[in-house]
């Protein structure tokens, strides 16, 4: 299934375009480090060019969840303030990480204590970047 698949409220307002193509953007830009960084390693008198470049950026050890670390697993882009609440926010760069599907759940559209220890500090951090206050919800 795809992004579009899912409805993406903002204010009441489905965006789903316009976060598929957010998203889009934000996972090309991290294919490219993720490559990038893969190249970085390249030895032509190791590896054969054509097998090298022939591998998905996903499976480069590259990525990995914001909130737990963890590697090699499914990951999807997350709102460190989550949109329902801060809205303003659900198209700003600095308000996406890389998240499991575990943090992600656990995280769902909690804010300040109740999101817990692990996922707490990226939400203050945040925060007093943009100078919102952090609700309790």
């Given at each position: 299934m795809?992004?579009?698949?899912?409805p993406f409220y903002v204010n009441g307002i489905d965006e789903r375009v316009k976060w598929h193509k957010?998203?889009?953007s934000i996972w090309s830009d991290l294919y490219s480090c993720a490559m990038w960084n893969h190249w970085s390693y390249y030895d032509k008198r190791v590896h054969i060019f054509e097998e090298?470049?022939?591998v998905n950026p996903k499976s480069l050890g590259f990525f990995s969840c914001a909130y737990c670390g963890a590697t090699g697993v499914d990951l999807d882009l997350e709102h460190i303030l989550p949109r329902k609440h801060y809205p303003e926010l659900a198209f700003d760069v600095d308000n996406i990480v890389t998240a499991c599907k575990c943090c992600n759940k656990e995280k769902s559209n909690k804010v300040g204590e109740s999101v817990g220890k692990k996922i707490l500090p990226f939400q203050k951090k945040l925060a007093k970047k943009k100078e919102k206050e952090l609700l309790e919800v």
């Open positions: 795809s992004r579009l698949d899912y957010f998203a889009k090298y470049g022939d």
